[in-house]
């Protein structure tokens, strides 16, 4: 792969000033085209989007969670900061609670079930004990019975925001723990049990070794409309995007005032620049990528060749 290929998207979504799209997959990797599947072969299963922003998830996941709540998943949103920095023009008070209640009608829009606030506070997250956060994460996991988890890639470059690492190390980390009879027994007493995560969906802002590809044609409406719901995020981005064209001696009549119909144009451009770059290698309109990892099957063919009843 070339090396401009590698940061094309990077530089399309940075002049919007959106979060960039995760990089092209590594050359030689297998790559995995995921589509839509009929019926609901996933009922009964339960997954966890655990982002530190309300952003991070309609920006980078939104599509694939989407496909697999039709297909029969139920959801939660864990979200690990409390946005306190993410806004305008509002005090630091005023921007906790108009994220907050974006949290709310974000879930209304995903259909996840419910939302965790964890509530570290916004870009303080590397000062804190990463084993609370893992605790307190082990906990969900148990309680929900989560199966499969949407996060950072704790493996992805050049990621300045300490909030993103330290959630994917803190989530990386408490995926297989919490599968421990040994990690936080006080948890049986309270009637959990062990119970490990089996499949991971990274995603990333920078370059990423990229495993699987999804198509999001069928739920993108619904990404843009999860996206439409962080009016705080979007009205910030929309904002400090209008500044800096001021300073050019430019401005976009589409994006002016922080209005419906601004927040409308700006979702609306920045998830087709981000899902048409992640597309069109593979033949897609529109596409999310991500590292995936799932069940360990190592020991599959062995216990299909000597397995009997009990
Ligand atoms: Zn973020």
């Known amino acids: 792969m070339e090396r401009r290929d590698f940061f094309k998207g990077t530089f399309a979504a940075g002049l919007l000033g959106v979060p960039q799209v995760p990089a092209q997959a590594a050359s030689g990797a297998d790559i995995v085209i995921e589509r839509a599947v009929s019926g609901t072969p ?7 989007l655990i982002t530190p922003h309300l952003d991070d998830g309609p920006f980078f996941a939104a599509g694939t969670v989407a496909k697999l709540l039709r297909e029969g998943y139920t959801g939660y949103f864990i979200r690990t900061s409390n946005d306190e920095k993410d806004s305008y023009d509002l005090t630091l008070g005023e921007t906790v609670l108009g994220n907050e209640r974006d949290a709310r009608a974000f879930l209304q829009a995903s259909g996840l079930k419910q939302v965790f606030d964890l509530g570290y506070r916004n870009h303080r997250m590397d000062d804190l004990a990463r084993t609370e956060i893992r605790a307190r994460l082990i906990f969900l996991f148990r309680l929900l019975k989560v199966d499969t988890i949407f996060s950072y890639d704790p493996w992805g470059h050049y990621e300045e925001n300490p909030d993103h690492y330290v959630t994917a190390q803190a989530v990386e980390a408490a995926c297989w723990m919490s599968g421990g009879h040994l990690d936080m027994p006080e948890h049986f007493a309270a009637g959990l049990k062990p119970h490990s995560v089996s499949e991971k969906f990274y995603f990333a802002r920078g370059p990423q070794l990229v495993n699987r590809v999804v198509d999001i044609g069928p739920t993108f409406e ?4 999860c996206l439409r719901t962080c009016r ?4 910030h981005m929309i904002k400090d995007l ?12 589409a994006l002016a005032g922080a209005g419906d ?10 998830l087709e620049t981000s899902g048409r770059a992640a597309g069109q290698k593979y033949g ?3 596409a999310e990528a991500f590292h995936y990892i799932g069940p360990d099957r190592s020991m599959e063919e062995y216990i299909t060749r000597h397995a009997v009843p009990l």
Do not use: C
Request: hydrophobic letters at 50%; zero cysteines.
């Open 42 to 48: 996933h009922s009964g299963k339960v997954l966890a």
């Open 222 to 225: 619904t990404k843009l409309a």
């Open 232 to 235: 705080t995020m979007m009205n």
């Open 242 to 253: 209008n500044a800096s064209l001021a300073e050019r001696k430019l401005r976009v009549p």
């Open 261 to 270: 119909a601004a927040i409308d144009e700006f979702v609306k451009v920045a």
């Open 284 to 286: 897609l309109e529109y």
